[in-house]
């Protein structure tokens, strides 16, 4: 388990590659519409063969569509797009913020106390992605200021899916979830996909390519590795594989896209993926009554 979540690591990281290859010729949303179409039908596959009975019930339909614009659409939205004003390596560095939001979202809304070792950890955090910025300053007017806002925007849209699937969990399988949140967002992008339908290009073999490695190779195999190693190596050992992603997408950004970020960057990247990985080890060892 602990070799296929190293595995899927380097999977996701090369995606941002493939995804912006793909973005020359597809728009964000027309993207998301074919990476998770393809997601849908392997997804629905595993379903039909592992698990019967009601795919939902009436009053979650609000939910699984609030989640599905969240946390698909709009997330993958601002990403995608952020993808035009800056390197794809800041844009996982600034993801591992991820947590802290995290950690800051429990205490004002649910009142849930934490430990001044995962507070300590948290602002180490915060200086790192300062220094990421700082070093930016000049050129923030020239366009990567979006980026950085996308990219925080990603931050707080997966922490608001977070939440909300976490009810979700409650009444339903991971498998049954994940499906729901795929027909839902497909359902959502078709309307978009159709109105546009015109302006879509050719499929090359290039491009079927792109899409087939996103939607089976990286949404689908990477669903299945993660919803095992959940049950295998547990949610908080689960969750310290993905501040690794900056280090597989600045390999393969520099590899591939020809991007370097500036050395004050590569520190502060540093500094929050290893804060990042200290929170949720720490917050991991937290007691039940702690948290609550």
Not at 77 to 83: G, P
Request: net charge positive; charged share 15%.
């Amino acid at each position: 388990m602990y070799f296929l979540m190293c595995a899927i690591m380097f999977v996701w990281g090369f995606d941002y590659v493939v995804v912006k290859n793909a973005l020359y010729v597809l728009d964000p949303l027309t993207l998301v519409f074919f990476k998770y179409l393809l997601a849908l039908f392997l997804v629905l596959a595993i379903r039909l063969k592992a698990e019967k009975g009601p795919l939902f019930k009436k009053k979650d339909v609000g939910l699984f569509i609030v989640c599905a614009i969240f946390g698909d659409i709009l997330y993958h939205f601002s990403e995608y797009t952020a993808m035009s004003y800056m390197q794809v390596s800041l844009i996982t560095i600034i993801l591992c913020f991820v947590p802290v939001m995290s950690i800051a979202i429990e205490r004002v809304m649910y009142k849930r106390r934490t430990s001044a070792k995962v507070v300590i950890g948290a602002f180490v955090c915060i200086f790192g992605v300062a220094l990421i910025i700082g070093i930016d300053w000049d050129i923030l007017l020239r366009g990567r200021l979006i980026g950085y806002l996308l990219a925080f925007a990603c931050v707080a849209l997966w922490n608001t899916y977070n939440f909300i699937t976490a009810a979700l969990h409650e009444r339903y399988t991971t498998i049954t979830l994940t499906l729901n949140q795929l027909i839902c967002t497909c359902l959502l992008l078709c309307p978009y996909v159709l109105f546009n339908i015109e302006k879509l290009p050719e499929f090359t073999p290039v491009l079927i390519g792109r899409l087939l490695y996103l939607g089976l190779a990286s949404a689908g195999a990477g669903f299945l590795i993660q919803v095992r190693s959940l049950l295998v190596l547990g949610p908080t050992v689960s969750a310290l594989f993905s501040n690794f992603l900056p280090v597989t997408t600045t390999f393969f950004g520099w590899l591939f896209l020809g991007e370097i970020i500036a050395p004050i960057q590569f520190v502060g990247g540093a500094i929050v993926v290893a804060a990042g990985f200290y929170v949720i080890r720490e917050k991991g060892k937290q007691p039940k009554t702690l948290r609550k």
